[in-house]
């Protein structure tokens, strides 16, 4: 019986741009490219927290994801009612992301607000987002570091997110673009620290179900292709 291993077919993401600081009035900006997908991300801080946190000497991180009309092959309409039920769900997953990095108590009573919104999307939107919000935060608590509003880094630990599926050959692919997740028979969206835990882990079968050795290939397909999304990181980051 083969490894688990063995049912590994791509475990390199796609190539991967960064433009660091495009906006000036954001504290961190970053304008993510992964493939074809493009993500524009922006970290605003502002003085004061929720009610429910008020007085307790924390602060708090929250995220907003949108996607412009043209991102995609025919337009998309702007949410002005509201954020749709996939929209929610795919900012309080940045969001859930980025707060189990942080210390919230060395932010302070502050809020930091993540915006992402999809230029381009072939593929990987969210998790494009949450690595390119990273990015985004550590530039912007840098600054607030300059600033002297914040004394110690509040950042514990590197976070990055990839898309992993089982493709029709029932072998693991790493960071799916459009025409890949929409074929694939199962679709992963993982999240890791830089240490090699997991903050979440979303996946489905869409066609057949997949086995336990699919499901180890897929995380140690994730766990590659993330290696070198850190390494893109921290490149730019120096």
Sequence with gaps: MSSYTDLIERSTPRKIQYTVNPNPYAKGSV?????????????????????????????WLTAEYSMLPSATHSRNKRERNGASGRTQEIQRLIGRALRSIVDMKKLGERTVQIDCDVIVADGGTRTTSISGAYVALSLAVKKLMDEKLIKENPIIEQLAAISVGINKNGKAIADLNYEEDSSCETDMNIVMT????????????????????QMLA????????????????????K
Aim: aromatic share 8%; net charge negative; hydrophobic share 35%.
């Design 218 to 237: 897929l995380l140690d397909c994730a766990k590659s292709s993330l290696e070198v999304v850190f390494q893109r990181q921290d490149e730019i980051l």
């Design 31 to 59: 304008i993510v490219e992964c493939g074809n997908t493009k993500v524009y991300v922006t970290v605003s801080v502002e003085e004061g927290v929720p009610p429910f946190l008020k007085g307790k000497g924390e602060g």
């Design 194 to 213: 830089r240490g090699g835990k997991f903050v979440e882990i979303q996946g489905t079968a869409e066609k057949n179900p997949f086995s336990h050795d």
